[in-house]
């Protein structure tokens, strides 16, 4: 048998194996892209199979919605902040459990007692979205039996005839949610940079310290630089809690499908739905994830190009 | 430091790093995940309407022609009511009509009959009620929806000589229209209003106030003695409507009620009625008479802390005694209250807002049509109607339906003394039936005026603007009422 044919020979094999999952990717991956892209022209109600083709006056009707370029940014907002604080306090505190211990002349270790840091900040990681949103809806109660408002009145920084309506207070809404995904966030990444931060073999750390450097130093010039890969996967992970947002938001705060008080915490998936589900506005609403999968698309490759860098091997 | 090339043939040999794995992978998650859950719901099924299953002959008895041996499908949202009474009822009617019934009692209204109605085989009748239900408006402009007419002008099952429609509460064949027709049937009745304790007003010596100014100054007492005033679900604005537009319809009279449904650009502004109302409940606001921290609460929250004395009275519909049945105290004394007048109202203090909900349908495209609009005329016997009462604790839209044997809590029973005062002077609302866009739209609004950073003119320019809107709606020709 010559050399081509035994090549091609394996090629059929494999592509044997892959037809399944490539047949099923298409089925329920592509497929219903598809037929999104087909329905965002049509009034669609999403309660009948009968519709009429509206050519593009979905999207035009989509750049005069007001509700929705609110909530794309807050989307954007939300893209810009729960990456950087999540991945800024992940570094932070797994630099301190891994590498910000006194640094004796044995070698380089993290602060004391890092293993059970190291299991405390997974732990919220372990919750589900929905249980986040029932303690976080205690903690952000609106009367004086929310966790916050029983501290602050008791410390006196609060009137107990004025609580702060955390989620119903404009100004705050999005602020408190980002804090939620943060919390969510921050121990899974502290995990995940530790485990990379222990691949870097100890010697340089030992090096970086016999030419003086201090904690800082190490961490920009040594940890960081060594770390991107992790950091640049985080970001992309990150962008997709961003992006989404929906269980929180609708789950946490007023209105149908969330989004309250007055729009200020929607989203682009709860303007989506609530169009979809609850107006009889699909054909509306899949023009809506059209532009969402196109924003995604472009996002995604806007962060890794931008944090691309030269590669440091060790 | 660390260098570029050591283990340089990682990233050009043979295949990808596990790094660059990751990475790919993520990108691809980045586009797919937030995308994933709505695109897969979006998938319809074909457009294949089929013949309405077997029928038998037409006759007096049998006016839809219900065929022995077929089946029926029921499902029903098992909320507050549960689903005792639909399986009871389906035991009855399969006796009856030698049918075989499957029960399906969910919360899932949407989730689990989207697809079927998209896929045209949806069950043959429907409780479509609950956070999740589909909306009617939705199903009716998508043709989804059966005519019940047929139901209302047969014979009844209690007295053949009278027609289904003239055993109902008025009101309910209105409630069930949609662009002219009658497609809901609404099975419970309920009427709205405030509630208070009867054991809290006793102790403090309050009495149930009949204007305005004797409700602020419940309030006010109220709030002199350490407890709030008015407590409503904030996190829901559905409920602090029903204050605002029930004091609009008796202020202004059933005329203002009509502006509003029948999407008139004077509804609100330039509504005297209107404005009073909602100034009168911005009153509420201003002097501090609300329950702390309700404009954040939801309704179990807020119900609950009102049922712990910590507020005076709180909006609500009848439903209320049977959602809070475990929070209550015994001694608590659920009580009713029609909504106190404004000055120079044109309604009666004893007039309240009573409607029909829990909407039954019968899909256009259900298997067994016949079955479907059979089992609807038997909800509407006597029969029928006290097992609701017996097993879900509250009142249905037959007249005098219930066998007086049933002994009713105290909160129901205050509204069935209310109802009966009210007589003729019931009205009720359709838009929110109508126009969903409409309805959130005020319902923002309000919570927007319940956390004082809109005033009562700007509420005003905003509802109007949610009625200007919705009579751009093509369904706004046929929406209307006289």
Same mark, same amino acid.
């Not at chain 1, 990717?25 to 999403?46: A, D």
């Given at each position: 048998m010559s050399h081509v044919a035994q090549g091609r020979g394996r090629g059929g094999f494999i592509?044997?194996?892959?037809?399944?999952?490539?047949?099923?990717?298409?089925?329920?991956?592509?497929?219903?892209?598809?037929?999104?892209?087909?329905?965002?022209?049509?009034?669609?109600?999403?309660?009948?199979?009968?519709?009429?083709?509206?050519?593009?006056?979905?999207?035009?009707?989509?750049?005069?919605?007001?509700?929705?370029?609110?909530?794309?940014?807050?989307?954007?907002?939300?893209?810009?902040?729960?990456?950087?604080?999540?991945?800024?306090l992940a570094l932070f505190f797994a630099f301190m459990v891994n590498a910000g211990g006194r640094g004796g002349a044995g070698g380089v270790q993290g602060v004391r007692g890092s293993a059970f840091y190291k299991i405390v900040y997974f732990f919220p990681q372990v919750l589900s979205l929905a249980i986040l949103a029932v303690l976080?809806?205690?903690?952000?109660?609106?009367?004086?039996?929310?966790?916050?408002?029983?501290?602050?009145?008791?410390?006196?920084?609060?009137?107990?005839?004025?609580?702060?309506?955390?989620?119903?207070?404009?100004?705050?809404?999005?602020?408190?949610?980002?804090?939620?995904?943060?919390?969510?966030?921050?121990?899974?990444?502290?995990?995940?940079?530790?485990?990379?931060?222990?691949?870097?073999?100890?010697?340089?750390?030992?090096?970086?310290?016999?030419?003086?450097?201090?904690?800082?130093?190490?961490?920009?010039?040594?940890?960081?630089?060594?770390?991107?890969?992790?950091?640049?996967?985080?970001?992309?992970?990150?962008?997709?809690?961003?992006?989404?947002?929906?269980?929180?938001?609708?789950?946490?705060?007023?209105?149908?499908?969330?989004?309250?008080?007055?729009h200020h915490s929607e989203v682009m998936a709860t303007v989506l739905m609530r169009n979809f589900l609850y107006f009889g506005k699909s054909g509306y609403a899949c023009a809506m994830g059209v532009v969402m999968l196109a924003l995604t698309m472009i996002l995604s490759l806007v962060t890794l190009r931008a944090t691309r860098r030269e590669r440091i091997e060790f | 430091m660390g260098s570029t090339s050591a283990h340089g043939e990682n990233s050009t040999g043979d295949g990808l790093g596990r790094r660059d794995l990751i990475k790919r992978s993520a990108a691809l998650g980045l586009i797919s995940v937030p995308t994933m859950s709505f695109l897969s719901a979006c998938a319809s099924g074909g457009d294949a309407?089929?013949?309405?299953?077997?029928?038998?002959?037409?006759?007096?008895?049998?006016?839809?022609?219900?065929?022995?041996g077929t089946k029926l499908e029921v499902v029903v949202f098992k909320g507050g009511f549960g689903d005792d009474y639909a399986k009871a009822w389906e035991a009855a009617f399969d006796k009856k009509w030698g049918t075989t019934s499957s029960h399906l009692g969910t919360q899932e209204i949407t989730g689990k009959l989207q697809v079927r109605f998209n896929g045209g085989n949806p069950p043959d009748v429907v409780d479509d009620s609950g956070a999740q239900k589909i909306k009617l408006d939705v199903l009716f402009k998508s043709n989804q929806l059966a005519d019940l007419t047929p139901v209302l002008d047969a014979p009844s099952l209690d007295d053949p000589n009278k027609k289904v429609r003239d055993l109902l509460i008025p009101g309910t064949v209105e409630q069930g229209t949609q662009g002219g027709k009658c497609v809901s049937l609404n099975y419970v009745y309920t009427v709205f209003g405030f509630w208070y304790s009867g054991k809290l007003f006793k102790e403090k010596g309050w009495a149930p106030p009949k204007t305005w100014d004797e409700f602020l100054d419940v309030c006010t007492k109220a709030k002199d003695a350490g407890i709030g005033g008015l407590a409503h679900q904030g996190k829901y604005p559905y409920y602090i409507n029903v204050v605002i537009m029930d004091l609009i319809a008796k202020k202004g009279g059933l005329e203002a009620m009509k502006a509003i449904d029948n999407l008139e650009p004077n509804a609100f502004e330039g509504s005297a009625a209107a404005l009073a109302a909602v100034e009168a409940l911005y009153e509420v606001v201003e002097k501090g008479l609300l329950l702390p921290g309700t404009n954040g609460l939801t309704h179990t929250e807020s119900q609950t802390a009102w049922n712990q004395?910590?507020?005076?009275?709180?909006?609500?519909?009848?439903?209320?005694?049977?959602?809070?049945?475990?929070?209550?105290?015994?001694?608590?004394?659920?009580?009713?209250?029609?909504?106190?007048?404004?000055?120079?109202?044109?309604? !009666?203090?004893? @007039?309240?807002?009573?409607?029909? $909900?829990?909407? =039954?349908?019968? !899909?256009?495209? @259900?298997?067994?049509?016949?079955? $479907?609009?059979? =089992?609807i005329r038997s909800m509407l016997s006597r029969e029928w109607s006290t097992i609701f009462a017996q097993q879900a604790n509250s009142l249905t839209v037959v007249k005098d339906g219930v066998d007086p044997s049933v002994k009713l809590r105290p909160g129901t029973q205050s509204a069935v003394t209310a109802l009966k005062a009210a007589g003729e002077n019931t009205f009720n609302y359709l838009y929110p039936d109508w126009y969903s866009e409409m309805d959130t739209a005020i319902q923002d609004a309000s919570n927007e005026l319940m956390a004082k950073r809109i005033q009562p003119k700007e509420w005003i320019k905003r509802a109007q603007a949610a009625v200007n809107k919705a009579a751009q709606d093509p369904n706004a020709k046929n929406n209307r009422r006289s």
């Open positions: 592509a044997g194996f892959l037809f399944a999952p490539l047949a099923l990717y298409l089925t329920f991956v592509i497929w219903p892209y598809v037929q999104t892209f087909g329905y965002s022209f049509t009034n669609w109600t999403g309660q009948s199979p009968t519709f009429d083709f509206v050519g593009l006056d979905n999207y035009s009707a989509l750049t005069k919605d007001e509700v929705f370029r609110g909530a794309l940014w807050h989307n954007v907002l939300l893209l810009v902040f729960v990456p950087t604080i999540t991945i800024l976080f809806g205690a903690v952000y109660r609106s009367d004086e039996g929310g966790l916050l408002n029983g501290v602050l009145t008791r410390l006196g920084l609060v009137d107990p005839q004025t609580p702060v309506e955390w989620l119903n207070e404009p100004r705050f809404v999005l602020w408190c949610l980002l804090l939620v995904v943060v919390w969510h966030g921050v121990g899974f990444y502290l995990v995940l940079f530790s485990a990379a931060m222990q691949s870097i073999p100890k010697d340089i750390y030992e090096a970086a310290l016999l030419d003086g450097a201090g904690r800082a130093q190490t961490f920009f010039k040594v940890t960081l630089p060594l770390l991107w890969d992790s950091v640049q996967t985080s970001a992309v992970y990150l962008g997709i809690a961003a992006m989404d947002m929906f269980v929180l938001v609708s789950t946490m705060t007023s209105g149908q499908f969330g989004g309250g008080p007055d | 309407p089929k013949s309405n299953g077997a029928k038998a002959a037409i006759t007096k008895e049998n006016p839809f022609g219900v065929a022995k004395y910590k507020a005076a009275f709180i909006p609500s519909g009848s439903w209320l005694e049977n959602e809070q049945i475990k929070q209550t105290p015994d001694d608590f004394d659920m009580q009713f209250l029609p909504m106190p007048l404004l000055p120079d109202s044109k309604l !009666p203090f004893e @007039a309240i807002r009573a409607g029909a $909900g829990e909407p =039954f349908i019968v !899909p256009e495209q @259900a298997a067994n049509k016949p079955g $479907g609009l059979e =089992f």
